[in-house]
């Protein structure tokens, strides 16, 4: 019988450092392409973690990870050629499926563009004739804590060819006033979007008071409730459903999520 828990090696290809903090781990390792879904990371004696696909490449999969504890800081002590442990994909995706011909706003705070960058990268390498827009606000602490710059350049310029395609960085602090686009919280630009209502479906992907405040928004400018999905992030031992871990009521967060409808997980964020 497989072991479910027994994690397989993947080769560091390459790594990108978006900030002192912040960086992103091309691995050899095969998954489909299906965005929305996490791994479970693991080193020898330093523990497990669930970390967001950030990329599907032909050459493997890509994590963008933020030093914050056991497990990461060991990540970031690897080099190319290093190697580290993965179990999965685990958990569900956002809805592409449903998109067909719909407006999709796509609001990200800090790191947690890494979650939603899969579908940005769907869309603007050719599948954005889908949609009938794509809108992306992606909110950062300062022009120094945004990630993907070399990403949202392309996707600016898929932009520039490609009326579906809008993107819109915003930062809440430009200390160095060196920065000249939108200053201020990225909750504050939900309402400008243009044609915001009720045919937009929404993903919102951030730290919890910003998913709650965004989804306040978003009902204010007539956003229907089973059109905004947001993925969460929960604290996850197993990640496959078994230890209860990361469960909130009746919702297990690694196999029914990490992706919700706003409908059903009303009450993660409340
Ligand atoms: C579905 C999902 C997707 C995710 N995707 C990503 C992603 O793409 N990138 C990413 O970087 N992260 C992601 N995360 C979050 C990531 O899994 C957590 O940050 C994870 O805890 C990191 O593991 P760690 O061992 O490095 O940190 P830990 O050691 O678990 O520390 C995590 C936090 O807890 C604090 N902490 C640790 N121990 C204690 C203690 N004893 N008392 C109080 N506080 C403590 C630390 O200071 C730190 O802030 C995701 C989580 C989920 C559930
Ligand atoms: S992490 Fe074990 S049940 Fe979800």
Known sequence: ???????????????????????????DYKAEAAPGKFVMVSLPLAGEAPISI????????????????????????????????????????????????????IISGGSALAAVKPVIEHYARGHSAILRRLDVLAGFRSPRHILFRQEIGRWNKSHRSNKYISVEVTVDNDEDYAWLGSIGFVINFIKNVKDIGENTT????????????SVRELLACSVKEENIWLSFERHMKCGVGKCGHCRIRDKYVCIDGPVFSYTEARELID
């Not at 951030?206 to 405040?213: D, E, V």
Request: hydrophobic fraction near 40%.
């Open 202 to 213: 929404a993903l919102v992907v951030g730290p919890p008071l910003m998913m709650k405040n």
């Open 1 to 27: 019988m497989d072991n479910l828990y027994l994690p397989q090696p993947a080769k560091v290809l390459e790594i990108r450092k978006h900030t002192a903090t912040e960086w992103s781990f091309l691995l």
């Open 54 to 105: 950030s990329g599907f490449e032909a050459r493997g999969i890509e994590l963008t990870i933020r030093n914050v504890g056991q497990v990461t800081s060991r990540v970031f002590k690897l080099n190319p050629g290093d190697t580290l442990y993965l179990r999965g994909p685990y958990g569900n995706c956002f809805p592409l499926e449903q998109l067909k011909d719909k407006h999709l706003l």
